[in-house]
């Protein structure tokens, strides 16, 4: 079965306004002026799934394109223990779009992995994570919750 290849859509603040227009005027049939808080809703949501079904079947195409291996053999001590994972997902539905999101966290995987690789940027970027925490340290969360929630004292 060959299917009309899904129209690549942007995701700048510009492009998504423009799906919103557009859902106002011809899925909801209103003109912009017209709108009330339950049009606006509708037509963000019919944007954002519009988005989300895009990420969906790029993914199902990369995922034909690589002709992903589907055979049982990963992990190879214990064939056959991921098969539930990837049944459910391919066979049964990816109702929270796992594989939507899949590509950019391997991509984000991977760029963390060579970042990893080279340890002048590692310590870097570990020190700046650590230094950027400040005020919302959990030590800190964790007593200023003592003291005003469960009102204890710290013993020296």
């Known amino acids: 079965m060959t299917h009309k290849p899904f129209p690549k859509l942007a995701s700048t603040q510009t492009a998504l306004q ?28 019919l944007a954002v799934r519009d988005r989300l079904v895009n990420l969906l079947l790029e993914t199902e195409k990369r995922y034909q394109d690589a002709d992903a291996k589907r055979d049982d053999t990963f ?17 049964h539905g990816d109702e929270y779009f796992h594989l939507a999101d899949f590509h950019s966290y391997a991509q984000a ?12 940027v590692w310590a870097r970027k570990a020190i700046l994570n650590v230094a950027r925490i400040g005020k919302f340290s959990s030590d800190r969360n964790i007593m200023q919750y003592a003291e005003e929630i469960w009102d204890l004292k710290r013993i020296p």
Do not use: M
Not at 78 to 89: A, M, N, S
């Open 75 to 91: 992990p190879r001590r214990e064939p056959g223990l991921f098969r539930w994972l990837f049944d459910k997902l391919i066979h």
């Open 109 to 120: 995987h991977e760029k963390a992995t060579q970042e990893y690789s080279d340890p002048s």
């Open 18 to 45: 423009s799906s919103i227009l557009h859902h106002f005027r011809y899925s909801l049939g209103r003109e912009w002026q017209s709108r009330d808080p339950r049009d606006r809703c509708l037509a963000v949501s």
